[in-house]
């Protein structure tokens, strides 16, 4: 049966616009996204066999060109489509952040830097500066690899953190394996870095770790 057939209340664009989108299933928001499906296969089936061939949305939304070309229904143009649409999400919460107090909206900032970080295969250690009324300055990545076997260096955070004129600063970096869970070297290396900071009068304000679905606070834990 075509999706045109369903009762309104199950066709994915109608159960968006009554209920919002947080009520669709991934499937069901990834068919609005494919539009169509394929002779024989609604859109709703199409992306239903897609997250089945790739294993996770997020596998599907991660993969390569020639990757998410071998998907039935995709190509090109769905891939430019796709990261379009990230690069839109992305920027309109960093707009956000940079007119907001970023500590009134603690969930914006979770899920801008999880839009960021998450995906990235590799550790990446990124700084959120901020103006004195907690507004986002700027965000940019500083280390790669890991906090263990690549160097940190706080005096090159704090060089940063003046130049772009900060009052405070938010931390943050992934882990590729998923776990969420802060190790002991998170919390030494903050604490280097708070201890640098203060000899300049700027503040630590968290540092939040981002894993595969979570994203685990500091200053929530009580730790900063």
């Not at 939304?61 to 999400?89: I, N």
Request: glycine share 6%; with cysteine; proline share 5%.
């Amino acid at each position: 049966m075509a999706i045109r057939d369903w009762p309104a209340e199950e066709r994915p664009r109608e159960k968006l616009l009554q209920r919002g989108a947080t009520a669709l299933s991934d499937a069901e928001l990834l068919a609005i996204f494919l539009r169509t499906g394929l002779p024989g296969m609604s859109a709703v089936e199409l992306a239903r066999s897609l997250l089945a061939d790739f294993g996770s949305l997020k596998a599907l939304m991660q993969a390569p060109l020639p990757r998410f070309c071998e998907g039935k229904g995709l190509g090109m143009a769905k891939y430019v489509q796709l990261q379009a649409v990230m690069e839109l999400s992305q920027r309109c919460l960093q707009q956000s952040l940079q007119h907001e107090a970023v500590f009134t909206e603690p969930s914006l900032v979770k899920r801008y830097l999880s839009q960021q970080l998450h995906h990235e295969s590799r550790e990446v250690f990124q700084v959120l500066y901020l103006d004195n009324q907690h507004r986002l300055l700027k965000s940019e990545p500083l280390f790669y690899g890991t906090i263990d076997a690549s160097p940190v260096y706080p005096r090159v955070v704090v060089q940063q953190a003046l130049k772009y004129n900060a009052a405070a600063l938010i931390l943050a970096h992934n882990h590729p394996s998923g776990v969420a869970e802060p190790s002991r070297a998170d919390r030494s290396i903050t604490s280097r870095i708070q201890q640098a900071l203060q000899l300049v009068d700027i503040r630590v304000l968290d540092h939040l770790v981002v894993g595969d679905g979570e994203v685990v606070s500091f200053a929530e834990r009580g730790w900063i």
